[in-house]
């Protein structure tokens, strides 16, 4: 097997695997729906997976030794805040958070 053929096919399987692994949860729960487990779920799950990376973020990603530590990943994190809280749109606020941290960690404002 040549290494085009090898590239191709690992880029099929990881395609395919990935692709399972977005299909398979609908297919299951599509006939669980009112199951109360699936609605708590539904309810609580993403708003926790959201305070969890915003932890991880700021665990790993602020710098912690400026002269205000962890400024440059809390101003990032205020703007997602306050944006979403102003338009409602998950796409603009992720977007305007990623673009200020990495303009703060790429000009070194705030002791990025």
């Known amino acids: 097997m040549d290494e085009t053929t090898y590239i191709a096919a690992f880029i099929a399987v990881a395609a395919v695997a990935t692709f399972a692994t977005r299909v398979i949860p609908f297919l299951f729960f ?3 729906t009112d199951h109360p487990l699936v609605q708590h ?10 305070a969890l990376l915003a932890v991880i973020f700021l665990q790993r990603s602020a710098s912690w030794t400026g002269s205000v530590p962890g400024l440059d990943a809390l101003v990032p994190g205020l703007l997602v805040v306050c944006l979403h809280l102003w338009r409602g749109n998950a796409l603009l606020s992720i977007a305007a958070g990623t673009a ?9 404002i705030l002791g990025a």
Request: aromatic share 10%; net charge positive.
């Open 30 to 32: 599509e006939r669980h």
């Open 41 to 50: 779920l539904g309810r609580y799950l993403p708003a926790s997976v959201m």
């Open 100 to 108: 200020s941290y990495m303009m703060l960690k790429q000009t070194g």
